[in-house]
């Protein structure tokens, strides 16, 4: 069975940081793409970050560029989203979720439960 399992949400002011973990089990892990999407209450699911397969190529949706960063270790089936200068519109559930082609929030194959991230002004 393919698991993905969120961690590190939590409540934090805005300008402070916090890094989320994504732990995959049951999939050989570094044959897929990461990605870190996001959904706010009344709002749709959007895709934040994304990591290739073999940890070098990345991108980022225009909100978070250069406030989060994504990383893998392939070798601990882990991905990281790290995320500073968090600002209030930063609210929602954060989902990981893996692919073999690419991060997309309507086809990927596997999903994570998701960590919830708040914001205070």
């Known amino acids: 069975e393919v698991q993905l399992v969120e961690s590190g949400g939590g409540l934090v002011q805005a300008g402070g940081s916090l890094r989320l973990s994504c732990v995959a089990s049951g999939l050989t892990f570094d044959d897929y793409v990461i990605g870190w999407f996001r959904q706010a209450p009344g709002k749709e699911r959007e895709g934040v970050a994304c990591i290739s397969s073999n940890e070098i190529s990345t991108r980022y949706a225009d909100a978070v560029k250069g406030r989060f960063t994504i990383s893998r270790d392939n070798a601990k089936n882990t991905v990281w989203l790290q995320m500073n200068s968090l600002k209030p519109a930063d609210t929602a559930v954060y989902y990981c979720?893996?692919?073999?082609?690419?991060?997309?929030?309507?086809?990927?194959?596997?999903w994570g439960r998701g960590t919830q991230v708040t914001v205070s002004s």
């Open positions: 979720a893996a692919d073999l082609v690419d991060c997309d929030v309507r086809a990927s194959e596997y």
